[in-house]
């Protein structure tokens, strides 16, 4: 089935803040890929996350994209929109027994998780879920629901592990990698105030495919989720799409420019003058696109654009 769908890619920003080169580079790839096969590209704003969204910045991430010419198609997706459609793919993952009710707050996993292994604390291992909850009975999870305590829905791990996968640049990957974090959250707990709702894994993934996404490009930063989404999507009864997962583009000192301390931004950069051209032409240059470093536009880009061609990182911006 695959072979006849239309290629779509798409862009998810999150509108937590300003655009930088780095999200130009992804967002220029994830564009030039889909652009180059004659498909569609959507737009999704990903604002589940209400601690960290500031909803005046999609105003601002729709203009730097068009800034660059990058066009997308139909209306932009909002996912705090789709909340239906999230928790009937929460449902239906209850109904087929993927998923388990936990009751373990940060601290529980934390001290779980740390006890054995001392000194594992840095490494990231403390954020592995230890399972504390996947063995209760359905007997015992709805009591314990009943009893109004906090809980979310975490996907068990799979009894082979999570899928193996094929990326469109980095090649085959295992799906150990999402062995990290263990069993995930897909629907957060009701917190205080907070009302709960659907994970990042969770949303995306339902989202993608009401946007028939064939092809997902972005950060490296996030392949550790592609075999959690790869799950997901199984259980679901869909089709995965391609992946291709670009390096992060880092500043001089080798830092994320995510974390740079007022990490410049696309709005900062065009203020000072500079048009999309020198912005384009420096990021193709890192790719390995523009070995000359001529200023560039989309449409050129265009024209001789192919996976095949790119450099792997890292990616700087000077
Ligand atoms: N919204 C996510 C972010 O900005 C990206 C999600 C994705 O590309 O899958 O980090
Ligand atoms: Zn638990």
């Not at 957060?188 to 495919?209: F, I, M």
């Not at 490009?217 to 075999?227: M, N």
């Not at 790869?230 to 974390?259: N, T, W």
Request: charged share 25%; aromatic share 8%.
């Amino acid at each position: 089935m695959n072979g006849s769908r239309s290629v779509a890619g798409r862009f998810a920003p999150s509108p937590t803040g300003f655009l930088h080169p780095g999200h130009a580079s992804s967002f220029a790839l994830a564009w030039l890929s889909a652009r180059s096969q004659n498909g569609s590209i959507f737009l999704r704003l990903e604002n589940i996350d209400d601690s960290r969204c500031r909803p005046e910045t999609s105003t601002e991430i729709k203009r730097d994209l068009a800034w660059l010419g990058m066009d997308w198609d139909g209306q932009p997706l909002t996912q705090t929109d789709r909340l239906e459609a999230h928790l009937f793919a929460l449902e239906t993952l209850k109904k087929r027994g993927t998923v388990y009710p936990c009751t373990c707050s940060r601290s529980d996993i934390v001290r779980a998780a740390s006890a054995p292994q001392v000194g594992e604390k840095d490494s990231g291992i403390a954020r592995r879920y230890p399972g504390t909850c996947a063995q209760r009975s359905e007997t015992e999870d709805r009591d314990l629901i009943a009893q109004g305590i906090p809980f979310c829905w975490r996907m068990r791990t799979p009894k082979n592990g999570w899928p193996d996968f094929v990326d469109g640049l980095l090649g085959k990957l295992p799906g150990s990698l999402a062995d990290n974090e263990g069993d995930f959250v897909v629907w957060r707990a009701n917190k205080g105030n907070q009302r709960g709702g659907p994970s990042y894994q969770l949303a995306v993934v339902v989202d993608d495919v009401f946007q028939g996404v064939t092809e997902v490009v972005r950060g490296d930063d996030l392949l550790d989720s592609t075999p959690r989404q790869l799950a997901i999507i199984q259980e679901l009864g869909h089709s995965a799409p391609k992946y291709f997962h670009v390096p992060l583009v880092l500043d001089a000192e080798g830092r994320r420019l995510a974390k740079r301390a007022g990490s410049l931004s696309l709005a900062q950069l065009r203020a000072q003058g500079n048009g999309p051209w020198v912005i384009l032409g420096q990021l193709a240059e890192q790719w390995g696109l523009n070995p000359t470093a001529c200023e560039q536009t989309l449409e050129r880009l265009r024209a001789i654009f192919c996976w095949n061609q790119l450099k792997t990182g890292p990616w700087e911006w000077r």
